[in-house]
């Protein structure tokens, strides 16, 4: 009789595939609620997200801040819709980027899927009803940030059932999530999409760490919460797998009247609390931020002193006592060139064809003049019956130039800069 005998290999991988089962198999039995119930609670998306919370950017037109429909599903395995670190579907994609959840429904193939209404403002609320099964008390969910590249608020395997009960109230706070296929950094920003895709990951305060990120907001530890997802147990009821719906409806339980009383009072409790401290709250601290100096503008005077100005402009607007803007306007005195003495030419009674210097005697009014070490030449216009010719020297080229009566002139490097009528 001949006997086979398994190699090494062959072993070692029977021993690890039946390790990765069992570790499986551990994990969802470690979900699972030990509840024979199934649970219904009631679901509410309180959203938070204020201009007083989030002064940066904040959007108010085309489109004003909302949110999409929230879309969850109850499961049993964990990282069931999506997770932190892992990359996004195709079907994510669609919904961080358009709101659209059909594609992601698909992906899933599962009948424990829900949704829950738009909200049409960045503050708001939303509620419905959702049944658990004790084999799949993990909840999912995530609605999507309107406008933003591909940004979204969530949950990832949230579980409601803890010691073998189901929880009576939970609540979760909600901070915004980028899901990795778009590469914007604010609110408004066009579709541009990111390649090679990036991994699903949370925005902070400092990350992305760009002052043109709508979330950067580099004076906080903390992002404020964009709002929170609250879960109350309203009932449970018998689980019969093989029992229809409405059966399941009929054996519903609802808690007693100690019960619900004592839990009433917790709730109202809670509300207190959280109002109170949403009261507190004076809002996010948003300094101002201002643009670069631009460079100095020319002096105000083009000779002797003067002014010259450099300005810069508001980025942002400060908001809830941040640090308000800085000066924008820069003035400084400016020393240009001496301005010159005034003068008028006295030509020689024999001048005829070429430029003399001129004597120097005093202007009615100042003139502005370049620099006094450059070449100035004086001249005049000589009255006759066929008018007045200006008469230069060949390097000054200024010729047949007609006026009707006597005129001085002052020239520099070839250009009149001033001219006066002789008495």
């Known amino acids: ?54 002064p940066k950017q904040y959007p108010i037109y085309r489109p004003p801040a909302q949110w999409s429909r929230l879309f969850g599903c109850s ?12 990359l996004a579907s195709q079907g994510l994609k669609v919904f961080v980027e358009d709101g659209k959840y059909e594609l992601l429904s698909k992906e899933l193939e599962s009948d424990t899927c829900f949704l829950i209404d738009a909200i049409k403002a960045g503050v708001g609320k939303q509620s419905s009803t ?8 993990l909840i999912s ?56 895709q990036e991994p699903i990951s949370p925005i902070t305060a400092q990350s992305p760490a760009h002052p043109a ?31 229809s719906l409405m059966d399941r409806e009929a054996n519903q339980t609802k808690p007693s009247s100690a019960q619900r009383t004592e839990k009433e009072s917790s709730i109202n409790s ?33 000779c002797g002193s003067g002014l010259r100005q450099r300005t810069r402009y508001i980025l942002l607007q400060p908001a809830n006592d941040g640090v308000p803007c800085p000066e924008l306007l820069l003035l400084e005195q400016c020393e240009e ?4 003495s ?33 070449t100035l030449a004086f001249g005049e216009f000589l009255q006759n019956q066929n008018h007045s010719r200006m008469i230069l020297d060949e390097e000054m080229r200024y010729r047949n130039l007609s006026l009707n009566d006597n005129f001085t002139f002052l020239i520099y490097n070839g250009s009149i800069v001033n001219i006066s009528m002789s008495p």
């Open 1 to 54: 009789m001949e006997t086979t005998s398994l190699q090494p290999s062959a072993i070692f991988l029977t021993f690890f595939v039946a390790n990765s089962l069992r570790a499986v198999l551990s994990e969802i039995n470690a979900t699972a609620c030990q509840s024979v119930y199934a649970s219904n609670f009631s679901l509410t998306f309180n959203a938070e997200w204020s201009p007083q919370n989030f």
């Open 75 to 86: 499961h049993k395995s964990p990282d069931f819709i999506w997770t932190e670190g892992g």
């Open 130 to 137: 959702i049944t658990l099964m004790p084999d799949s008390p």
């Open 141 to 196: 969910i995530l609605a999507r940030i309107i406008p933003s590249p591909d940004w979204f608020v969530g949950v990832n395997s949230l579980n409601l059932c803890k010691s073998g009960h189901w929880e009576e109230v939970v609540t979760f706070d909600l901070y915004p999530w980028d899901a990795g296929t778009d590469s914007g950094f604010v609110f408004s920003s066009p579709n541009f999409a990111t390649e090679p």
């Open 213 to 243: 990120n709508s979330f950067y907001y580099p004076r906080l530890q903390k992002l404020p919460r964009l709002g929170y997802l609250e879960f109350r147990l309203l009932s449970t009821q018998m689980v019969n797998y093989n029992d």
């Open 270 to 302: 809670e509300v207190v609390n959280e109002n109170s401290e949403n009261k507190a709250m004076k809002g996010t601290p948003l300094d101002c931020e201002v643009s670069e100096w631009s460079p100095w503008g020319l002096c105000s005077h083009t």
């Open 337 to 340: 060139f001496l301005c010159p």
């Open 342 to 374: 005034s003068y008028v030419t006295v030509p020689p009674a024999n001048m005829k064809q070429n430029t003399t210097e001129a004597q120097a005697t005093e202007l009615s009014s100042a003139v502005d003049v370049p620099p006094t070490n450059e």
